[in-house]
């Protein structure tokens, strides 16, 4: 019935089920088909919301707030970037560009300034770069202050207070395109400015991160290394550029020097070939010369120029080096460039006089030149004159004497006379013109010579101005490191006076410390001392105590072993008793069915052997019936089916004894045996009446007894028997007789053996 | 075993008896037929005095532990009770 109910409910259930299920489905459907997308726009759109609520919440946050600028930009990735486009760069970087643009050395702080990002210093940069202002102009002479005096300047700055030090930042002449120089720079600049106007950094309020020591010196230690670098890089290219300009000074002035001579020489053959009078083949030769010497003086002249743009050049290379190694401000740098300096200044002077030479000799050259082309022009108008007049005659009218016709002569010598006039008249009017033509030269000559002059006045200041510099910049150094010299041993006094009043004062802490300890060491050895005075004689007297729980123990162990031994003595020989004992007991199992145990004298003897002080045991061990030992006992079992096969023989002779004892009688009593019933097994009472008497009543008690194993009673039982009977279960009586006295001598030898180990194993 | 006395008895008894009845009887058929003709009394009274010898025998031998021996010397007699007197004759005579 159950069952039903239960099918029913479940069948109810799943058709209700059924039912319901469709509805629901339909109604979500219905409820989700109108608006499949709405529920998903909606969030979609409110996370697009919040996010960028949320995004455009910390941009604004950042742009109030530089140092929440600054956390988010070092905390989240790409946000710097972000921040960047949206706010612009971050606000202290644009107020240093403008204190470097107002600071005088174009060196690479703008470059430095322009690619530092935003440091955890930042802050500090920007109020000390807010405080210090006028530094610009001192911040060239702080620069070559700063580098080994920057470390004990802050130390001194930190000694007096005033204000905020970081122990020795790193320098200002570290590697250009290091970030840190940057803020080292401006924090050195500021920290220097401020030991220069001390009053003027008034504290400020914003905590200082002190630079842990070992960074700083590890800082200090990059940096040397840094300038070390720095130093062997400009040295080495200051070394090149100083080579190869002065391998290029030397080749221009070289090559000026050859284009001199080869100049000189040329207007020296010019003028040998135009007024020198040599025969005509030596003529062709000397013009051949002439032109050999001019394509030489050319040629001369246009490697000289090279030769001196080449100069230029290297010699521009090398300014613009020692620009940019005075740029870094490295110390160790500046011999170099002084020496670097000065040897440029000694090649551009040299180049000069040079230069200047071959501009006279190629003066002096035009000249001439000027004047070879005037005679020459003069000489081609004379040919062409004279061809005019005397076409016959060739160009080389020197050698044709001989030749002439009076007429040609007479025309010739016409045509001379006229020249001549002409040439007086030309002369005439050359001397008129000589004075303005002088004056106007004159003119020119003083404007040219002012021009030169002013060149020459210009080149000689210039390098005057340069020798100038260099002197100061040598004596400046040499101040410097005069002043370095004293600044250190002042400091190494200071430190030393300081050394000393620590030294003084450690040691009236050090007396002081010893009383004290000495004091507490002694009370605590005096106290050490009384407890260990204590502790040794409490331990001497627990040792003694100990020492004669121990003897007492001892004593009491060694008298507790031998009465144990005695005791285990005794136990052994009764154990040995209860064993022979035992084996004695173990013999009487022996037994077989139809067949006695074997004989018990080994056993016995045994037995006598182990209890051979024991009278009570003697006695008992040699109360064994000889029977026994000889021969050995039957068992109860054999006696027990022996009896049984007995009791029907006594049965059947129950009638029999001495008077009754005719066959007649035998043939009665098998008859008696034949017809009488008795129980099998009847229980024995207590004590036996008259009628008990009878032998078949005798049997079945004595059977019952045996059933029970009572062998004991059951020979008692059976002796009572009389007659015939008697005579039959005889033997049987003998054996049962023998088996219960062997087991009574042997019950009583383990019971006392038993209690023999019983006793030994109690305490006395 | 005393147990086994009284079946070596018998066997005795029934042996005897065996013999005696059959020596009787064969005595008794001998003398049936050489003397008497065939008589049956012969067998019979052969076969009766060989059973009674055999009985007589069996008897004895059973009461064998029971009489005295001539050598055994008995002190008064004191068993007063069920002496059958015809018994006693005969175990006299049996010595």
Redesign the interface.
Known sequence: MLRACLRGANATARTNFRRCRPNNLQQCRHYTAGEPSGGAAKVVAAGLVTVGGGVGGTILYAKWDHKFRATVEKNVPYSDQLLGLALGPPLQDVRSEKQVEVAQPPSMMDKKVKTSKSKSEKKVKEEAAETSPAAPVQSLEDTLFSDEASAEATHIISAMGDAPSVPAPCDTEAAAVKEECAECHHHDDSTVSAAVQPEATAAEAEPLRERPEEEVTARLALQDQQEQDVLAAVSVSLEDSLASSAKATLQAIGAQEAALQAVTRHTLRLKEAMEAEVPPQEKSAQWKDLEVSLADRNSAVDDATAALSKANEALDGLKSVIDESKGLKVSAVRPLVLAAEENLHNMVVDLDKAVTKKQTAESEAKIVSQYSELVNEAKLQFQKEVSSLTPEIQANWKSLTGKLSPDDLNALIAHAHRRIDQLNRELAEQRVREQIHIDSALEQQKLEDQRALEKAVSTSLQHVREEARLDQERKLSELREVMEAEMRTQLRRQAAAHTDHVQDVLKVQEAELKADAEQVLSSKMLEQETRFRQLSQEQLDNFTLDMNTAYARLKGMEEAIDSHVIAEEEARKAHQLWLSVEALSYSLKSADTDSPSMPLEGAAQAVKESCSDNDFALALSSAFPQESLQRGVYSEASLRA?FN??RS?ARR?AL????????YQ?FLSYLQAALLFEDKQAAPPTQLSGEDLDPFKLLSYASFCLEHGDLELAAKLVNQLRG?AR??????LTEARLTLETRQVISLLSAYANAVGLGTTQAP | ???K??GKKWDRCLADGAIKIGTGLGLGIVFSVLFFKRHTWPISLGSGAGLGMA?AN??ND??S??MLQRSEKVGLCK?T????IT?YFMVCISE
């Open positions: 022996r096969s007995l023989l002779v029999i004894d001495e008077s009754h004892n005719s066959l035998y015939e005579r039959v279960v005889e033997d049987w | 075993m005393s147990e006395e009284l009985y069996c008897q059973l009461r532990h029971y068993r009770h069920n002496i059958k018994e």
